[in-house]
């Protein structure tokens, strides 16, 4: 059981490129997040998705794109880089969403470095 | 947004002291959720508080969910040198258990 898992760990981009975090977790949970974390900040949202099949906005969305073709992956997408997207990423999951008693796991984060 | 204010900002303290943090929110929450974030790793919750007025134990750890549902704090007894590490608080909201995060506590222990 590997819990909540993220590839790649450190990418380094130039401007203008495009490429896709993943995020998978083997914990059979409904609910996955993807998170932005700068430093001296706390977790900012990002997008977020109930279900296999369906995303929806968070906080922060601008410049991302999401998808949640599995239940166990959750894929984030930057299509165009920018320097303001250098900051480290952080994916997370949870049973179900609510007010339930439930934990909420990260993954160990991706470093992204736009330059 | 909602927004969360916490304090302080950074602590230095002695092993052995006790160490004392907050989280403010002009927005109510149904859950407040403490978290610790070590070097190159991902935050690990450490205590979850679902009742206003709770007051929850994790062993040198005491958390309590404010009466007004809008504020939390953290206690750390005894503080030891492996405390260190950046402290989080967080208010989730029933809308798909989004959660909105401080800005952190960055706690350094002297041995």
């Known amino acids: 059981n590997a819990g909540v898992t993220q590839t790649p760990k450190f990418r380094v981009l130039k401007t203008g490129q495009s490429m896709t975090l993943l995020c998978a977790q083997d914990m059979n949970h409904e609910y996955m997040y993807w998170y932005r974390q700068d430093p001296g900040m706390g977790l900012r949202l990002i997008h977020y998705?109930?279900?296999?099949?369906?995303?929806a906005k968070g906080e922060v969305p601008d410049g991302y794109n999401v998808s949640r073709l599995k239940k166990q992956n959750f894929l984030l997408g930057l299509e165009s880089a920018a320097p303001s997207q250098t900051s480290v990423y952080f994916c997370?999951?949870?049973?179900?969403?609510?007010?339930?008693?439930?934990?909420?796991?990260f993954g160990p984060g991706t470093r992204l470095l736009v330059l | 947004g909602q927004q969360l204010n916490q304090s302080p900002q950074s602590m230095f303290i002695q092993e052995g002291e006790d160490v004392s943090m907050n989280c403010t929110s002009s927005s109510i929450f149904n859950t407040w959720l403490w978290y610790k974030q070590e070097p190159g790793e991902g935050p690990v919750l450490l205590i979850a508080?679902?009742?206003?007025?709770e007051l929850t134990s994790n062993g040198r750890l005491t958390a309590q969910f404010g009466i007004t549902r809008k504020d939390s704090f953290l206690n750390i007894s005894a503080s030891i040198p492996s405390d260190v590490g950046i402290y989080f608080c967080?208010?989730?909201?029933?809308?798909?258990?989004?959660?909105?995060f401080g800005d952190g506590t960055t706690l350094t222990v002297k041995p």
């Open positions: 508080l679902y009742k206003a007025g």
């Open positions: 998705s109930v279900g296999e099949g369906t995303t």
């Open positions: 997370a999951s949870r049973k179900t969403g609510g007010t339930y008693q439930e934990t909420q796991y």
């Open positions: 967080a208010g989730q909201s029933a809308n798909a258990g989004k959660s909105t």
